[in-house]
């Protein structure tokens, strides 16, 4: 998502640059030339405006909300610049060549400037978000390496546990018989030293009488 936004914020800062440009042009151009612009100028208007609803629709939830205020109020800025053209075209001499006034061409130039610097930061803005982007994606990666490697570890933690219960249950069942083995081979012994003393004391009884 920040990749897109930040293509429409390059998007519209070369737009609002071609616009300022034309109305640069649209003081100086002859009365068809002006028409063609102004046509252009229009649609160009039209083109931010759909731009900006993009940029506003992808930026909900971005952090970007002031930004697309502030690029709004930029391009409201530039419209009235483009009505007051509109308005005073009578002011300028229309059917000639003629550059207007230099205070006039130092603030086109200005605005150009301040257009390119937009357009540089905005560059440096999509090279970082494409280096914070790779960024994420290798430690991503990373993390999700580690977490498959703990994850076989785990199997065989798992795997090591059930052979070792299997083991001790054997074992258990081992030491039970052995048990039960050694109970049964006592009782017989204690079985066979009671015969024993019985038939003992029988052959006293009888060598007695």
Do not use: C, P
């Amino acid at each position: 998502m920040a990749t897109l936004i930040q293509s429409y914020e390059q998007q519209y800062s070369v737009l609002t640059a071609d616009i300022t440009a034309k109305i640069g042009r649209l003081k100086t151009g002859n009365e068809d030339n002006r028409d063609q612009l102004s046509r252009e100028i229009l649609a160009n208007f039209e083109e931010a405006n759909d731009l900006l609803e993009q940029l506003e629709l992808e930026s909900r939830g971005a952090g970007a909300g002031s930004r697309v205020a502030a690029y709004r109020a930029e391009l409201q800025r530039v419209r009235e610049e483009y009505r007051s053209v509109g308005n005073n075209s009578s002011t300028y001499n229309m059917d000639t060549d003629e550059v207007y006034d230099d205070w006039g061409a130092n603030e086109q130039q200005r605005k150009l400037l301040d257009n390119t610097e937009r357009l540089e930061r905005t560059g440096k803005s999509l090279t970082e978000g494409y280096r914070v982007v790779l960024e994420t994606e290798q430690i991503g990666a990373a993390v999700l390496q580690d977490l498959s490697v703990q994850r076989e570890s785990i199997q065989r933690s798992r795997g090591r546990l059930r052979e070792t219960d299997e083991q001790l249950n054997r074992s258990t069942r081992l030491m039970n018989s052995m048990i039960m083995r050694a109970l049964q081979d006592r009782f017989v012994l204690i079985m066979v030293f009671l015969i024993l003393g019985v038939l003992l004391l029988v052959g006293v009884y009888f060598s007695l009488t």
